[in-house]
Nanobody
Protein backbone atom coordinates (compact mmCIF):
# COMPACT_ATOMS: atom_id res chain seq x y z
CA UNK A 1 0.00 0.00 0.00
CA UNK A 2 1.35 3.42 -0.98
CA UNK A 3 1.13 6.34 1.40
CA UNK A 4 2.34 9.92 1.37
CA UNK A 5 3.18 11.46 4.71
CA UNK A 6 3.86 15.17 5.21
CA UNK A 7 5.78 16.66 8.10
CA UNK A 8 7.30 19.98 9.10
CA UNK A 9 4.31 22.26 9.43
CA UNK A 10 3.78 24.54 12.40
CA UNK A 11 3.45 28.09 13.67
CA UNK A 12 5.99 30.71 12.68
CA UNK A 13 6.20 34.48 12.71
CA UNK A 14 6.14 36.51 9.51
CA UNK A 15 9.59 36.52 7.94
CA UNK A 16 10.42 33.11 9.35
CA UNK A 17 11.07 29.80 7.64
CA UNK A 18 9.67 26.29 7.61
CA UNK A 19 10.73 23.14 5.81
CA UNK A 20 8.04 20.72 4.70
CA UNK A 21 8.86 17.14 3.84
CA UNK A 22 6.74 14.48 2.16
CA UNK A 23 7.80 10.85 1.97
CA UNK A 24 6.20 8.23 -0.23
CA UNK A 25 6.25 4.75 1.27
CA UNK A 26 5.19 1.34 0.00
CA UNK A 27 6.07 -0.81 -2.97
CA UNK A 28 6.84 1.83 -5.59
CA UNK A 29 8.17 1.24 -9.06
CA UNK A 30 8.85 4.86 -9.97
CA UNK A 31 7.68 8.37 -9.20
CA UNK A 32 6.98 11.08 -11.74
CA UNK A 33 6.09 14.63 -10.84
CA UNK A 34 5.66 15.62 -7.21
CA UNK A 35 3.73 18.68 -6.15
CA UNK A 36 2.80 20.83 -3.19
CA UNK A 37 -0.66 22.35 -2.94
CA UNK A 38 -2.22 24.47 -0.26
CA UNK A 39 -5.73 25.32 0.83
CA UNK A 40 -6.67 28.21 3.08
CA UNK A 41 -10.09 28.39 4.76
CA UNK A 42 -12.75 29.42 2.27
CA UNK A 43 -10.36 29.09 -0.67
CA UNK A 44 -9.85 26.48 -3.34
CA UNK A 45 -6.82 24.26 -3.25
CA UNK A 46 -4.02 25.87 -5.26
CA UNK A 47 -0.79 24.57 -6.72
CA UNK A 48 2.24 25.99 -4.93
CA UNK A 49 5.09 24.20 -6.65
CA UNK A 50 5.90 21.23 -8.86
CA UNK A 51 9.04 19.22 -9.54
CA UNK A 52 9.34 16.77 -12.38
CA UNK A 53 11.14 13.46 -12.41
CA UNK A 54 14.21 15.12 -13.88
CA UNK A 55 14.19 18.01 -11.42
CA UNK A 56 12.46 20.66 -13.52
CA UNK A 57 10.52 23.03 -11.27
CA UNK A 58 7.57 25.42 -11.37
CA UNK A 59 6.28 27.88 -8.78
CA UNK A 60 3.17 29.91 -8.21
CA UNK A 61 3.84 33.63 -8.68
CA UNK A 62 2.96 34.26 -5.04
CA UNK A 63 5.83 32.08 -3.74
CA UNK A 64 8.49 32.39 -6.44
CA UNK A 65 11.76 33.60 -4.94
CA UNK A 66 10.72 32.59 -1.42
CA UNK A 67 9.98 28.85 -1.71
CA UNK A 68 12.27 26.15 -3.09
CA UNK A 69 11.17 22.65 -4.03
CA UNK A 70 13.57 19.71 -4.23
CA UNK A 71 13.41 15.94 -4.24
CA UNK A 72 15.47 13.01 -3.06
CA UNK A 73 14.71 10.15 -5.41
CA UNK A 74 16.62 7.64 -3.29
CA UNK A 75 14.27 8.37 -0.39
CA UNK A 76 11.10 9.01 -2.46
CA UNK A 77 10.86 12.38 -0.76
CA UNK A 78 9.93 15.90 -1.83
CA UNK A 79 10.94 18.94 0.19
CA UNK A 80 9.48 22.45 0.24
CA UNK A 81 11.76 25.02 1.83
CA UNK A 82 9.70 28.10 2.69
CA UNK A 83 11.51 31.34 3.53
CA UNK A 84 10.28 34.85 4.28
CA UNK A 85 6.86 33.51 5.15
CA UNK A 86 3.86 35.84 5.09
CA UNK A 87 0.52 35.62 6.87
CA UNK A 88 -1.12 34.92 3.51
CA UNK A 89 0.89 31.69 3.31
CA UNK A 90 -1.25 30.30 6.13
CA UNK A 91 -2.97 27.15 4.86
CA UNK A 92 -3.01 23.39 4.99
CA UNK A 93 -0.26 22.14 2.70
CA UNK A 94 -0.71 18.88 0.80
CA UNK A 95 1.78 16.89 -1.21
CA UNK A 96 0.87 14.93 -4.31
CA UNK A 97 2.82 12.38 -6.30
CA UNK A 98 2.15 10.61 -9.57
CA UNK A 99 3.66 7.20 -9.20
CA UNK A 100 3.60 3.65 -10.46
CA UNK A 101 3.27 0.87 -7.92
CA UNK A 102 5.36 -2.25 -8.21
CA UNK A 103 3.70 -4.73 -10.55
CA UNK A 104 1.69 -2.01 -12.28
CA UNK A 105 2.29 0.16 -15.36
CA UNK A 106 -0.16 3.05 -15.07
CA UNK A 107 0.75 6.10 -12.96
CA UNK A 108 -1.80 7.17 -10.38
CA UNK A 109 -1.98 10.29 -8.23
CA UNK A 110 -1.61 9.93 -4.49
CA UNK A 111 -2.17 12.57 -1.83
CA UNK A 112 -0.94 13.13 1.66
CA UNK A 113 -3.28 14.13 4.48
CA UNK A 114 -1.89 17.63 4.83
CA UNK A 115 0.10 19.63 7.33
CA UNK A 116 -0.95 22.97 8.82
CA UNK A 117 1.22 26.03 8.29
CA UNK A 118 0.30 29.14 10.28
CA UNK A 119 2.15 32.42 9.87
CA UNK A 120 1.47 35.11 12.45
CA UNK A 121 1.89 38.80 11.72
Amino acid sequence: QVQLKESGGGLVQAGGSLRLSCAATGTIRNIGKMEWYRQAPGNQRELVSRIGARGDTNYADSVRGRFTISRDNAKNTVILQMNNLKPEDTAVYYCSAWLVRSGEFIPREYWGQGTQVTVSS
